[in-house]
């Protein structure tokens, strides 16, 4: 019988933000590990390597997964978007970071890009969200600088920006 390696490398197929990609992760490589340091998108930042912090969040085909819970291996056919593909085109915002822009929704900004991807993933499928969805999609996110406040402020501001540009569209 083969023994397993664990340090092996396998091939890991996927979708990154709207490309194809494969990339060789080790099969105990957590998901963090292979965006940060394989695949370079640093946006999706490390913090507790607990799931407690909620910074290294990312969507997996449309919800919002703690990228430091997730094994590589497991995302194979997935379809994972970083806070990378938040923005329109290059130099833009889109409507949810103009809006913590314009708010003042981040101070150090560490936290910022797993609050983002789960705000993102909220109005995708809850556009009608109230303020209680939103705390309530928070409550999985420590921010130690803003006191949440500015965040809300931003999150429904974003929120009756989506709606009207879906209203004229």
């Known amino acids: 019988m083969p023994r397993l390696n664990a340090s092996s490398l396998h091939p890991v197929s996927f979708r990154l933000n709207g490309r ?17 340091h ?14 407690v ?48 822009r314009t708010h003042f929704a981040l101070q150090c900004g560490f936290c910022t890009a797993g609050i983002l991807m789960s705000l993102d993933a909220l109005f995708a499928r809850e ?6 969805a939103i705390r309530d999609q928070l409550s999985g996110h420590l921010c130690r ?7 809300v402020k931003a999150a429904l501001a974003a929120r009756t920006s989506l709606k009207e540009n879906l209203s004229h569209a």
């Open 145 to 151: 600088c803003t006191g949440y406040a500015p965040i």
């Open 20 to 36: 194809d990609v494969t990339a060789q992760a080790e099969s105990r490589m957590l998901l963090s590990d292979l965006l940060r």
């Open 127 to 132: 556009l009608d969200a109230d303020e209680d």
């Open 38 to 51: 394989v695949l370079g998108a640093t946006g999706t930042h490390v913090g507790c390597e607990h799931g």
């Open 53 to 100: 912090c909620g910074a290294c969040t990312v969507q997996i085909d449309g919800e919002p997964v703690r990228a430091c819970l997730t094994l590589a291996g497991q995302i194979e056919g997935a379809d994972v978007r970083t806070v990378e593909a938040l923005a329109p085109s290059p130099g833009r915002l889109s409507v949810l970071q103009e809006a913590f």
